[in-house]
């Protein structure tokens, strides 16, 4: 009797109510606020690497699941991959803060609109979502693989860091297709060659890369009906 009391008192899990109430606006599925229950535990922002076997005989998911689960809270900026101190060894860790940001962010929003805008700022946050959400699968599809939880974070900082658009990210994987380059870092090498030659817009890159193909080889562009500044050729390939 004693010892089945010792195995149920083993604690209990708090659960914020404003992630119960809003989770979904987040864009967090019921599976995957269930794996950040079953994960959290103790710990409120910060949560070491959990064992996927256990999830697995915990949730009936395969790991396979587990694993698109995870990918799906990095997707969408709910979580993101850090690093914590336990004695004298560094260990990975799923960061959550990002996801409460959200909460608070949204449940501002929430208090300072009237009541019929809420619904649309709602909206907003689910379509900047989806176009994170687009922007990761195209690059997958195009890459013929996965993308690391490393790589989602470096086309989320394209986007909130160095803010190109969903578009302008979208022109320089199609670069680096077009040259079979499959890797993030060529991708972020294009992009960075488009801010040296001042081009923001997409309709500015598009007729920089239109010019360019019309041009000789040997140049990189053609001089000619092109109004804006000297370009010169830069390989990327090197």
């Not at 959400?133 to 989602?152: A, C, H, K, Y």
């Not at 890369?209 to 140049?219: A, H, I, K, P």
Request: hydrophobic share 35%; charged share 20%.
């Amino acid at each position: 009797m004693i010892v089945a009391l010792k195995t149920f008192f083993q604690g209990s899990t708090n659960i914020n109510n404003l992630l119960l109430l809003n989770y979904s606006e987040l864009g967090l599925s019921n599976e995957e606020l269930l794996i950040y229950i079953l994960i959290k535990r103790d710990n409120e922002l910060v949560v070491p690497m959990p064992n996927v076997e256990r999830l697995v005989s915990q949730t009936g998911f395969s790991k396979d699941k587990i694993y698109q689960l995870f990918h799906s809270l990095i997707e969408h900026k709910n979580a993101v991959i850090t690093t914590v101190k336990r004695g004298k060894d560094q260990l990975d860790a799923y960061d959550f803060s990002p996801m409460y940001q959200k909460i608070m962010n949204l449940v501002s929003h929430q208090d300072t609109l009237p009541d019929d805008q809420t619904d649309t700022t709602v909206k907003q946050v689910a379509t900047v979502n989806y176009d994170r959400s687009n922007l990761f699968t195209d690059v997958e599809r195009e890459f013929g693989r996965t993308l690391s939880p490393i790589e989602m974070e470096t086309i989320s900082g394209w986007l909130d860091i160095d803010h190109y658009s969903v578009e302008v990210i979208m022109l320089a994987l199609k670069e680096a297709v077009l040259n079979q380059v499959y890797n993030l870092k060529y991708m972020d090498r294009i992009m960075l060659n488009w801010d040296k030659l001042n081009l923001k817009s997409v309709t500015q890159i598009q007729n920089y890369l239109n010019n360019r193909e019309s041009g000789s080889s040997q140049t990189g562009h053609n001089d000619q009906n092109y109004a804006g500044p000297e370009i010169p050729f830069i390989d990327l390939n090197k």
